[in-house]
Structures are given as structure tokens and as C-alpha cells.
């Protein structure tokens, strides 16, 4: 076990069964304290007992992410067990309308925003003292800002150390890559989201804190083969056969798997990526270059 994350904590908002799980559990296997919290208490309560399990630290927190009460709520009980957040990972969803914009009523795309973009500044500016906190160089030195912290910088380039960082990853989607009808809302909110990553990250660098987006195209996992069955049923044939189907599109001529999605997001939250900012990494075996 490689432990990039050790001695981090990891806040993960909108931590669900699927990649929500998977990301807790891999960066707990790498050393991380991870917060997982999303609005079903139960579901994340059920995610820490998995990490505890197998051997790692973990704490579970409800939180609604469009609620700024509940966010502030979920900071103070971070702030309950620790000084400093390493690491944020901003993953709230919520099922799109799937309709043309003609047909889709102003309320789903507003709340949309509300839970994907707003709700990431939300929780992006609640937690920003306690990430600047973890870009501190050293535990128990005070994090350095402007010019003190360019300085910083450029004496640990010098030796060749990654200077210190923390690290603010949001989930977008690579329906940001194409207009099909039916997905417009959701486009709307992720191509958002992208534009608020670009803007964090040029304001809070100067703080040492990196802002960045991952992109997923399909995520095969339980919930897309749900999908698969529900569509073989409807219009004849198997799930291999759906699959094949969907995986034409892509150069691999497959689809990633969670955990493909899990680990760049695991490289951005680690020093490794220590220079990486601002940027939106697309995950989807080659369906669209960019």
C-alpha cells in the first residue's frame, strides 16, 4: 500500500456508494483521514465503518450542500477533529431533467446550479481557512500568503521539493464536451462549475491552495449496469450488447471503471500534482479529445 495521502485529511462532499465510496476507501488506503458527508447520514455512516474496517480513519457527517448552515455545520465538525483539511473533493449530484431546454422548467435548472455550482463555492469558501491551514510548510507554522508565500515557493523549488499545497477537486462531466439535447441543464451547471474551478484557483493560489476539475465520461459501475439492464429490457438484446454499443464511441473501445475515475482524482489531491492548477482533466477512454 503507497501511502500519498498520509498524515492528510480529506473532506468529501457528496460521497454516495458508488464513486464517493470507492474514492474514501482508496484514499484512506493511502494513508488519508477521510470525511466523508453527503445529505443520507446512513449512507456515509455506512462508507466510514467500511474504511474503519479495513483499516483506515474515517468520520461521517451529514450535510446539505445547498443549505449554508449545513456546510458551516459540516466545517465545525471537522474543525472538532483537526486544524487543517489537506484535501476537498466537491462530488454533490443530483439526477439532471434530461429534456430539451424547451421543455425544461427554469426551477430544475436553477436548483442544478444551486447543488453543483453554488454549493461548491459554498463549501469551497467555508473551508478555505482550514485548507489554507493545510498549505501550511510545516505543522504549527503559520501558512504563508502573497509574496511571503511566493517566497516560500521558490526556496523549495530551489532544493527540488514540492512546495506545500492543499488541494480542491470538483466533479464536472464530460457533457461539458457536447451539445446533445437531452443533457443541456446538466451541461449548463458543469460547464459552470469548470469556469468557478478557473476562478478559485487564480484566487486562491496566492493562499496555496490548488483548485481543479475532473471530467468523467461513463462511470461503469453498479448504478450505469442498472441502466444497461433497464435498456436491453426496453429495447431487446443483452447488456454486453449495450455496452458494446456505448463503448464504440470511445478509442479504448471501453468504459472506465470507478476506480479509473477515483485515481486521477487521488494524483490531484497528492503532492505529485503540487504544480497542477486550474485545469480540467477529462477521464473517458478517448470519447472526446480535448
Do not use: W
Not at 5 to 21: D, E, H, Q, Y
Not at 212 to 236: C, D, Q, S, W
Amino acid at each position: 500500500m503507497t501511502e500519498n495521502l498520509s498524515n492528510k485529511t480529506i473532506v468529501i462532499v457528496g460521497a454516495g456508494p458508488g464513486f464517493g465510496r470507492t474514492l474514501a476507501l482508496q484514499a484512506a488506503a493511502q494513508g488519508a483521514t477521510v470525511v466523508v458527508a453527503a445529505r443520507t447520514e446512513s449512507r456515509v455512516v455506512e462508507i466510514a465503518e467500511e474504511v474503519r474496517a479495513a483499516g483506515g480513519s474515517a468520520i461521517a457527517a451529514a450535510v446539505d450542500a445547498t443549505d449554508p448552515e449545513s456546510v458551516r455545520a459540516l466545517r465545525e465538525t471537522v474543525e472538532g477533529h483537526t486544524d487543517a483539511v489537506h484535501g476537498l473533493v466537491y462530488s454533490a449530484f443530483a439526477v439532471p431533467s434530461m429534456k430539451p431546454l424547451a421543455q425544461t422548467d427554469h426551477d430544475q435548472i436553477s436548483r442544478g446550479i444551486d447543488l453543483s455550482v453554488l454549493g461548491a463555492l459554498r463549501t469551497t469558501q467555508e473551508f478555505t481557512p482550514l485548507l489554507e491551514a493545510g498549505a501550511a510548510p510545516a505543522t504549527g507554522t503559520a501558512p504563508a500568503t502573497g509574496t511571503a508565500a511566493g517566497s516560500a515557493a521558490a526556496a523549495d523549488s530551489a532544493t527540488g521539493a514540492a512546495p506545500a499545497s492543499a488541494s480542491v477537486v470538483m466533479m464536472a462531466s464530460a457533457v461539458i464536451h457536447h451539445s446533445r439535447e437531452r443533457y443541456a441543464g446538466y451541461k449548463i451547471a458543469k460547464t459552470a462549475l469548470v469556469a468557478l474551478g478557473h476562478s478559485l484557483a487564480t484566487e486562491l493560489g496566492p493562499r496555496g491552495i490548488r483548485v481543479n476539475t475532473v471530467a468523467p465520461g461513463y462511470i461503469y459501475g453498479e448504478t450505469l449496469k442498472a441502466y444497461f439492464e433497464h435498456l436491453a429490457t426496453k429495447y431487446g438484446g443483452t447488456v454486453d450488447d449495450v455496452y458494446a454499443h456505448t463503448a464504440e464511441k470511445m478509442d479504448l473501445r471501453r468504459l472506465p471503471s470507478e476506480r479509473e475515475i477515483v485515481d486521477p482524482v487521488l494524483f490531484l489531491l497528492s503532492d505529485a500534482a503540487s504544480a497542477v492548477t486550474g485545469q480540467t482533466l477529462t477521464v473517458d477512454c478517448g470519447e472526446f479529445h480535448t
